[in-house]
Nanobody, 121 residues
Framework: QVQLVESGGGLVQPGESLTLSCAAS????????VDWYRRTLTHERQWVAG????GERNSVKGRFTVSRSSAENTVYLSMNNLLPEDTAVYFC??????????????????WGRGTQVTVSS
């Protein structure tokens, strides 16, 4: 059974930093594309950052950095200089990608339930 569990959210003041974790089980983040999204108060879903199976990392904001730990089977989202508009539920998704030496059991996209980030003074 595949599970993605986000953690690290909370209430912070503008300008502070947070690092979110997406801990995976039943799927290897090393062989997956893992993305971070957020859902705002208006229920809009926004892509935030992602790391591909090949290790390529991208983020929509320069203040956000995504990283991956194969040993911990976890993907992190580091967020700096947080703004009130960053307030949202942050959640991750993972999709196994077939490649040399590794065949996925499933090509489904899996989702976590999210962690709340609130930026307020």
């Amino acid at each position: 059974q595949v599970q993605l569990v986000e953690s690290g959210g909370g209430l912070v003041q503008p300008g502070e930093s947070l690092t979110l974790s997406c801990a995976a089980s039943g799927i290897s983040v090393t062989y997956s594309n893992v993305d971070w999204y957020r859902r705002t108060l208006t229920h809009e879903r926004q892509w935030v950052a992602g790391v591909s199976r090949d290790g390529e990392r991208n983020s929509v904001k320069g203040r956000f950095t995504v990283s991956r730990s194969s040993a911990e089977n976890t993907v992190y989202l580091s967020m700096n200089n947080l703004l009130p508009e960053d307030t949202a539920v942050y959640f991750c998704s993972a999709k196994c990608v077939n490649g040399p030496g590794y065949a996925c059991l499933s090509n489904n996209v899996y989702w976590g339930r999210g962690t709340q980030v609130t930026v307020s003074s």
